[in-house]
């Protein structure tokens, strides 16, 4: 057993996609035996955008945009190699980041 906690971040513009991907890599590291926290909901990024309908004329005619990024993290209190081996052979689906931090 490794004595550091990693961390795993994922992120997505879907919600629903995302909850999907963190429940597999909790199943994931829970069938080799690690022991995990999470997966636990961070707060979500929402990125604003503001434009112009038309350029040079009603500058008071705007449209307003916005994005979305929906994050998780599960934390791997115990891990062993397996554990490791699993989650790097883990294919996630596309639209989802993840990120692995030693904590």
Avoid: C, W
């Amino acid at each position: 057993m490794s004595s550091g906690k990693i961390r795993i971040y994922l992120n997505a513009y879907d919600h629903k996609l995302l909850d999907q991907s963190a429940q597999k890599v909790a199943e994931t590291a829970k069938k080799t035996g690690a022991k995990i926290a999470g997966p636990l909901p961070l707060p979500t990024k929402t990125k604003r955008y503001t434009v112009l309908r038309s350029v040079h004329v009603n500058k008071d005619s705007r449209e307003q945009f916005e994005m979305r990024i929906h994050r998780r993290m599960v934390e791997l209190l115990s891990s062993n190699q397996k554990t490791i081996a699993a989650l790097t052979a883990l294919s996630l689906p596309s639209g989802v980041g993840i990120e692995i931090r030693q904590a």
